[in-house]
């Protein structure tokens, strides 16, 4: 790194405000190391959540292995997702680094912050704000997603009150103190949940999403919450200069949708979200009077099923993301158990043109029979690696900046993990990668490459979200 301009040489090895621009992303080093949160929370297990690094380099003899572990100071976290101080918001600002990861916590509403600069290899506890913070300054709770803004500051947003009632908003925290500031947002006028989001201020625009009331989602899944309004159904359209909430787009309802990505290219005023209980992917678009809108354009077909929660078993897309040079898109199916990849060339007409099963569940043997399937001819085989049966689903997604590597861990929500997969929480997550086809599309397991975090020393736990110290195509936002 101390070759590419805007990154800092020797100490802080991997550190730094990012890349100019996403193909210059593309042309970054090869991922050595990856941060990935470790759940304890209704496992059973009285122990913190902690913060694994797991060694990804193939060269290397502690190859996907995790190498260290940082314990959270308190039980019953929730670590979920996770972002950065700095990223390439920040690119040409000599000032900024890229240092601290950002962890918020879902349910308790605390956020750490992690030094990965000292040693990148074993990051160390750098500051946590107390839930009593957030509440009382922003009365929000249940923080989700982080961004770094080019501003210096960082930006999460938030699914609910301190109460868990739904409520959309955002966080501040100054990016150097890491002290907040305050809301995000303007005005009377908030949208009724909250999840995810992504700015694009070439359209002075930020796009969030909405998962459901916290307190609904807190004890699993409830089918008798459908139609209640207990889940999202929008997308939800910010002015980005003056922080006002403007429009709300309509994807459905209950369809949850949750991961929204913009395309990488800083003046695309398009992108995608992934919506989980209707299972289809939308692609949302600025027309030419300036209003945002969305339209369908994958659905994943439920299956007929016996022995189910559900007469119908829909896919249960949990994760999407783009890859860097907008080509493909990638989705995962946590319930119906496969990966699938894209080609976005055309945005309006995505082509299938990957797609591998990774467990799930509707494998053969197990206690759900298909009956009625649009798609497969028969229900998958069981996934086994290494001689490991893999529990749950793919979930959680992360790209090599190359596009080359999938990466793919298995645990969503640890009170959805119980629920869907109880076998998730007596075996442990998984952590697996997939070798990309870049040229013409595909998919396919890499059988070397395996994180069982089944064998953890303090017993299975629940792996989530993976972040590289260097940034990847998730949490970067070019402006």
Known sequence: FGLIPGFFPAKCGSCGPGYASPLDAMKGPREEIIYVPCIYRNTGREKPDFLATVDVDPKSPSYSQVIHRLPMPNRGDELHHSGWNACSSCF????????????????????????????????????????????????????????????????????????????????????????????????????????????????????????????????????????????????????????????????????????????????????FVGCTISSAIHRFYKTQGGAWVAEKVIQVPPKKVEGWLLPEMPGFITDILISLDDRFLYLSNWMHGDVRQYDISDTRRPRLVGQVFLGGSITKGGPVRVCEDEELQSQPEPFVIQGKKVAGGPQMLQLSLDGRRLYVSTSLYSAWDRQFYPELIRDGAVMLQLDVDTERGGLSVNPKFLVDFGREPGGPCLAHEMRYPGGDCTSDIWV
């Open 92 to 271: 040409g600002d000599p000032t900024k680094s890229r240092k601290f990861l950002v962890l918020p916590s879902l349910i308790s509403s605390r956020i750490y912050v992690v030094d990965v600069c000292t040693e990148p290899r074993a990051p160390r506890l750098f500051k946590v704000v107390n839930p009593e913070d957030v509440f009382w300054k922003c009365n929000l709770g249940y923080p989700h997603t982080s961004h770094c803004l080019g501003s210096g500051e960082v930006m999460i947003s938030t699914l609910g009150d301190p109460a868990g009632n739904g409520k959309g908003g955002f966080i501040l925290l100054d990016a150097e103190t890491f002290e907040i500031k305050g809301t995000w947002e303007r005005g009377d006028e908030v949208p009724p949940m909250g999840y995810d989001f992504w700015y694009q201020p070439r359209h002075n625009v930020l796009i969030s999403t909405e998962w459901g009331v916290p307190k609904a989602l807190g004890y699993g899944f409830d089918p008798n919450d459908l139609g209640k309004g207990r889940y999202g159904r929008r997308l939800n359209v910010w002015d980005w200069s003056s922080h006002r909430y403007v429009q709300a787009i309509d994807v459905g309802e209950d369809s949850a949708p949750l991961e929204i990505r913009f395309l990488h290219d800083p003046d695309a005023a398009e992108g």
